[in-house]
């Protein structure tokens, strides 16, 4: 009897994504990323993109690059760039915005200069803490001070060594600091990485957007739902876009409000007053990052919140609500987020 021999299928060819040019592309595009995220979130102090966990703004230049890749296809297939290389560089982009976003790099840099600027004899700021800034993690020099926080005539002049070489050592250390929390933190997540996605099998939804724009087979861009989704959001953005340049254009509200009117008319007895103040406010962003949480979840967002308004008014009508901070509601949500953290751990 002949024994014939198992039959072996060619394993798949694995496209590795970290290309040269992927991370160029991405080295290339950090510049004109971080000059957004500071310009709307230090100049205009608006969007604040990285204050979501979701980043819009490189989500949309991620829409940018699949369009332009589309058009490269046409001119020749073997220049466009893979589904991989999209990814790396939207990664890139996104750890890239993190780092120039809010309570980081915004923070830290005004912090290396700001002491000796703005020491006078009056607030004696030299005798009460300077005793315990390093200076090597710190910028004294008074003619960079000036020139970063004056400027100059030109645009060139803030580049004369004068003006940056004091800035480099501090710059260095705290560089060389962040590059490892950063590998802490990927050391953390190389930890918890087997229990989260292998045994847990969380499906860590804000990954969901990149690997869903990047998939071109499901053709998502003429998908009614999301075309629909998307021009409600877009009409909405727009409208208010040409309300903040023309004030004739009407506004339409979905920010946070204060219905201070509304409720005050609504809530005019005891213990109903204590909901006075309630925000009402619809976020499309929020609808939408709301689409990819956990259903579990989604309940204890607005049940709990319910629950809260509904303490206040329990708490209004036993004459609770004189004690002050009654009913602790914020003592209540930081345990909440212990409880969180001990169980994810």
């Not at 700001?114 to 020491?119: D, E, L, Q, S």
């Not at 009056?122 to 300077?130: A, L």
């Not at 509904?310 to 004690?323: E, H, K, R």
Request: proline share 6%; hydrophobic share 50%; with cysteine.
């Amino acid at each position: 009897m002949s024994k014939s021999l198992p039959s072996s299928s060619p394993s798949p060819r694995r496209v590795d994504g970290v290309t040269w040019r992927s991370v160029l592309l991405a080295l290339i595009l950090m510049w004109p990323n971080a000059y957004w995220v500071t310009h709307m979130e230090i100049v205009r102090y608006s969007g604040h993109p990285t204050t979501v966990s979701l980043f819009f703004n490189v989500v949309f230049i991620l829409l940018v690059l699949l369009s332009l890749n589309e058009l490269v296809k046409r001119i020749k297939q073997a220049w466009a760039l893979t589904r991989q290389e999209l990814l790396v560089v939207y990664v890139m982009l996104a750890i890239a915005s993190t780092l120039v976003g809010h309570d980081l790099i915004q923070v830290l840099t005004p912090q290396l200069s700001h002491p000796h600027r703005f020491a006078t004899a009056s607030n004696q700021w030299r005798d009460i803490f300077f005793q315990y800034l390093p200076d090597w993690l710190m910028v004294k020099d008074p003619v960079a001070l000036k020139g970063a926080y004056e400027g100059t005539n030109s645009f060139w002049g803030l580049y004369q060594p004068q003006h940056y070489r004091p800035w480099l050592g501090p710059v260095l250390w705290w560089t060389l600091f962040i590059s490892a929390m950063v590998l802490s933190l990927l050391c953390l997540n190389t930890i918890l990485r087997k229990r989260w996605t292998e045994n847990e099998k969380l499906s860590y939804p804000l990954t969901q957007i990149p690997l869903e724009l990047t998939d071109l087979s499901k053709r998502w861009w003429l998908n009614s739902w999301f075309l629909m989704g998307f021009g409600i959001a877009a009409f909405i953005s727009l409208v208010n876009g040409f309300n903040a340049l023309y004030p004739q254009v009407p506004l339409i509200k979905t920010r946070v409000v204060h219905y201070d009117e509304f409720m005050n008319s609504l809530w005019t007895q005891r213990p109903w007053t204590a909901l006075r103040g309630t925000r009402l406010s619809f976020y499309p962003f929020g609808v939408g990052l709301g689409l990819l949480l956990p259903v579990d979840l989604l309940f204890s967002c607005w049940f709990f919140f319910i629950f809260s308004r509904l303490q206040l008014v329990v708490s209004a009508a036993f004459g609770w609500d004189q004690i002050p901070q009654f009913p602790y509601i914020r003592q209540q949500s930081f345990g909440a987020y212990i409880a969180i953290a001990i169980a994810a751990l």
